[in-house]
């Protein structure tokens, strides 16, 4: 039958939705118990009758059915024995969002081609997007539509592309507009939120429990790591539940004031894991996005008053004072448009806060603080009063001296640690976090000074470690600038779960001389 | 056992790599028969006690070795039913690059950190790379260490920030030094290039059956489609076999004076077939990369004279003779430091040239204009006589008029169409190209002038049909700019191997009333 081609002015006359549905076939569904994350993916037998009369090639993109439920999938070939011909091996995301059954029947065809892809390849170009360009971008990537590669092309090019003031906050507003947003009843609702790159540095529970302590409301959400070996979330999670739902997210808060949640459990802003999953895999930070992330999840959250840290140091992520005050600009001018008062707090980043570095290890540090253990890091106590201090004072407009002083008083009377204790339990319950089962001990080579400490370097052998996946691996600090050490004394012990991890590590150890400088003197 | 830490000055006490290997657990292999093109990929059980022990995590890098072998994998974990605990099933590029048969045993370790993805990070951010972080970045690629996520990083890095004429030289040297160099008994070596962005316009086949015929050396290897609906290696592969190897493409050489093989399985500058790969998926070209991956085919291939066919037009690739010409200029810089001569040709690219857009479609257009069938494309053998007789004259020192006639004449005689046929033969025999089983007709829809052609959207509307993948699929095309039509008359024929591919295609084309424009006069 042949097609009737109107002139540039003319409708179309077939819509591509209907031709489109007349195709495609039907598959038995199996479950692999394949974790992918969030790109779904299906293994379909190469002689497949359907992928022979649809041409459907291997690694190639198809659009999975069943009822009113579709996804987008990432097609896979097998050979015989694992498949049966009509059969569509699915992965654990493909499962569910298809709510399917075993030996289910599904549909599949060729998917429309995604043209918010278009506005990626424009910014990789370096060209400005709109606000429904990057709408369309971040809803795609919200409803699981970019396979991998597609999601490492949008971090690529917004990570490498200048971004300006209008387009980071149509990011923002675009990932606001893809999930929850929260209200309160709280006129003031405090907030606070570190930019990271510093190892340990783990304030945010501290001040949490200082802050809600205090009578105000402070409903945390956080992260969990992108490039650091852990993220709030992380270390919470091996002391409590961060996988929270929003209603018990607003029992917890309605009950203590406060809460220490996974961001990405109760969808504020969750485009932010998946690009994060990614910026994670590539090692790859990008400043728009980071902008996007803190600012959507605080305006989602419902907050009034954000508390900002931006550690500076020479291997921290901000490496300069300009730079800080730059990105501190930045956040407090998007942070305007969506009527958030944002303050920043520029900090030492020229070393780790606290002794721990990964999930268990820095929770055992906001332990001995709360529970003003004498061996406690005074470091990570210090920045907490004064972070909590500055955010009482911030959001109260009172005078900062004074709420300096209360933040340190409730702390030290234990209202702090029956706060935080308050929380947790309200979560789910309090547990102690793990011990790993493997430690080894780096000494010093030689009589000396500690005259650095690489973050990157030492947050890259607590990866290795396993850390963060790993929930009790990392490392614990022993030194700190300025200290004298002899030669067999301790610099810090490795802690790992797995043999092969902790190994690595100490092999990547004795390669970076660099990570402790001692000086001969 | 405690490890010390050298001071920044002392070496390291032991080497990563034996700490490494003491670690790793064995596997027996099963072979899936899956497809994953360069991205080795490895299944394990769930709960395969290795991954426990090694802290393995889904979707994670895994190093597999056997015997002196070794590959870098992405591991997917999948439930009961589909492997054994101790068993790694293997994807297809894992399978032969470890070189193991059913049953055979394999060790898994945590990889080392592939330190050239700091230089794409570095080249993300717009910094200037070295040759020594070019060539590692080459070399790790051509070894398929890199992930599909990382090769996405890649090429959108290299797509996005600018590259200088130093850089752009290295990378070419990286490509050509990562394969296989061939050098010829004739001193003159000629050779073509088409930068391509015009659909159809298969002169290169032509080309080389005149060159060859008129006596000269002209040894062409070209590559698979990129964002086109087909490269010339796909055309001529439904008329001969185009994956041979060296040996036989030196004796195709020796006895026919041409060659037409694919660039891939000659190993010449072999990371870029894996890099195209990527830029397909993405539907993304960087200019740096393709001037890398012509000139390191030309130097690899050991030609001494290239004519560069630049087509410039509003939706070809290039699109004003500006930047034709700023490419070509860049071509010819980077041809210069090895030794290369180029001579750019700025053509016409307003419309497609010939009338079949996809490999069998292109290939009969390319059997006409060498049988001199009154019906053969004129545009077609135009350019193929204007491109031959030019690179004739540039080659030979000689007089381009003169030169001109001499390659119309070669094509009026049969001479070509002898050569052309003794190239087809020597490279394992001809064959004529298949044609489709679906076909389906595009009309205009009022009476008019054709007054634009989309070859942009025309190339989509033939790659939704099928092409490349599917050989016989495409359009061919049966106006021409400035043509009056009316209602009713054909515009173009869509041809199709599978019917969910040729519905698809037609959708596109009635939802895209611009693909051909005809005024209403």
Redesign the interface.
Known sequence: ??????????A?????QS??D???GTLRVR???????SEP?V?MH?DCPIC????F???GRIELRHGERSVLATL?????G?LALDEA?LSEIAWTRLEVAEDDEIVA??PRALES?SAV?AK???RRLSQQQLSTIISDITHERY???????F???F???PFDLAETAALTDAMVSAGERLAWTAELVADKHSIGGLPGNRTTPLVVAIVAAAGLTIPKTSSRAITSPAGTADVMETMTSVDIDLGLMREVVDSTGGCLAWGGSVRLSPADDIIIR?ER????DCEAQLVASVISKKVAAGSTHVLLDIPVGPTAKVRSAEAGEALAANLVAVGERFGLKVSPFISDGSQPIGRGLGPALEARDVLKVLRNDPDAPEDLRSKAVSLAGRLLSFVLGRDEAEMLEQAADLLRSGAALEKFMAICTAQGGFREPPVAPLQ???????N?RI?SIDNRLLARAAK?A?AP??KSAGLVLHVSLGDQVLA?D??FTLHG?????L??A??????N????????Q
């Open positions: 039958m042949p097609l009737e081609l109107p002139g540039s002015a003319g179309s006359p077939l819509a591509p031709s489109h007349a195709h495609g479950r692999l118990g394949l974790e992918s994350q993916l293994l190469k022979r009369s649809e041409g090639q291997s690694r896979y070939q097998v050979g015989d694992f091996g065809v060729h892809l390849r990789l170009y370096g396979s991998d590669v597609e999601l490492a092309a971090v690529a090019a990570a490498g592309q990614i895999a590539l090692d790859v080894s001990i780096v000494t010093a080579s030689h000396g005259a290795l396993g996946a790993a067999g301790p610099l779960e797995a043999p092969g991890e190994e690595y100490l092999a990547f150890v004795s390669a001389s660099t990570i402790i400088g001692i000086s001969n």
